[in-house]
């Protein structure tokens, strides 16, 4: 495997590598790889940034007037 | 007060403990289903629209909710069904549909603008940009992606709650989170 192929692999392990679902012989070897390939590291880490971005700026509390709403909607006993 | 009468009065009554339980119950729920519903909607008036309608729905149809199982995952159940009938009116027509790109795509574009600082990129995406993207993600996959993602369930919640196979759950999960980036990508490069 030339060391292009090894960043085309790395690049198909990122999900499941970041979601700790590869298999201890393929995090091992993605682990070998990213310690000496900083163009992978680098968007490995960029990767890990973006996901906490997302979750930063989507989740946000519900609206207490939108509480009231909901708790309304219960039924008349 | 005959007999029959007095157990009809007392099953009306455990009816009416049961059901207050379960609104009590669901109500405690609502900022976990608020945070799924606001990341399948493309605002935030949106998502408030689809978590009455969804808790409507809930409260009408308590009886069908059995006892013991997972509630938050029948309140989301109801919460993704309500929104894939929305979705299909607005979704795009499948040849529009957005094409796959590889996991580094958004990084090499942003990085071929010259752009070095990645955490300034980063902090330019604002909600408005990342809901933008989310909704140009077809909703098969957003909702796999918004549950885990943002919601932070497992894959066997969003399993349960979407009724797919959890290998089905982990494909949708990794073509949308590259159908997100590259949606995310003009953003990234525009905002600059």
């Given at each position: 495997?030339?060391a ?5 692999w ?6 499941p ?12 070897e ?12 680098t ?13 930063l ?8 007037a939108?509480?009231?709403r909901?708790s ?5 006993l | 007060?005959?007999e ?5 009065a007392?099953r009306?009554a455990?009816g009416?403990?049961d059901?207050a339980?379960f609104?009590?119950?669901?109500l405690?729920?609502?900022?976990q289903?608020y ?13 408030e ?7 409507a729905r809930?409260?009408?149809s ?11 995952a029948?309140?989301l159940?109801i ?11 607005a979704?795009?027509?499948p040849?529009?549909?957005?094409l ?9 574009r ?9 955490d ?5 995406l604002?909600?408005?940009h ?8 077809p909703?098969?996959?957003r909702?796999?992606l ?5 919601g932070?369930?497992s894959y066997a919640?969003a399993?349960?709650?979407?009724d797919?196979?959890?290998g ?6 990794h ?13 990234a490069?525009?905002?600059?």
């Amino acid at each position: 495997m030339t060391a292009i192929d090894k960043c085309d692999w790395c690049e198909e392990v990122l999900q499941p590598f970041l979601d700790r679902d590869l298999t201890d012989a393929e995090q091992k070897e993605a682990e070998g790889h990213l310690k000496d390939c900083e163009y992978c590291s680098t968007r490995y880490r960029f990767e890990e940034k973006l996901r906490r971005r997302v979750v930063l700026v989507m989740v946000e509390p519900m609206a207490p007037a939108l509480k009231q709403r909901l708790s309304q909607l219960r039924l008349e006993l | 007060m005959s007999e029959t009468s007095s157990d009809e009065a007392r099953r009306l009554a455990e009816g009416a403990r049961d059901r207050a339980n379960f609104e009590e119950e669901a109500l405690a729920l609502a900022d976990q289903v608020y945070r799924v519903a606001r990341g399948v909607s493309r605002s935030k008036e949106e998502a408030e629209d689809l978590m009455q309608e969804t808790y409507a729905r809930a409260f009408r149809s308590w009886e069908s909710f059995t006892p013991g199982t997972n509630l938050r995952a029948w309140l989301l159940r109801i919460l993704t069904n309500l929104n894939i009938d929305r979705g299909r009116k607005a979704q795009r027509s499948p040849d529009l549909q957005p094409l796959e790109e590889g996991d580094y795509f958004l990084y090499n574009r942003i990085e071929a603008t010259g752009e070095t600082d990645e955490d300034r990129v980063l902090e330019r995406l604002s909600q408005d940009h990342i809901a933008e993207a989310l909704s140009a993600v077809p909703h098969d996959f957003r909702d796999v992606l918004v549950l885990v993602d943002i919601g932070d369930f497992s894959y066997a919640d969003a399993a349960q709650i979407l009724d797919i196979p959890i290998g089905t759950v982990m494909s949708r999960l990794h073509r949308g989170r590259r159908i997100l980036k590259k949606e995310l990508a003009d953003m990234a490069v525009e905002a600059q």
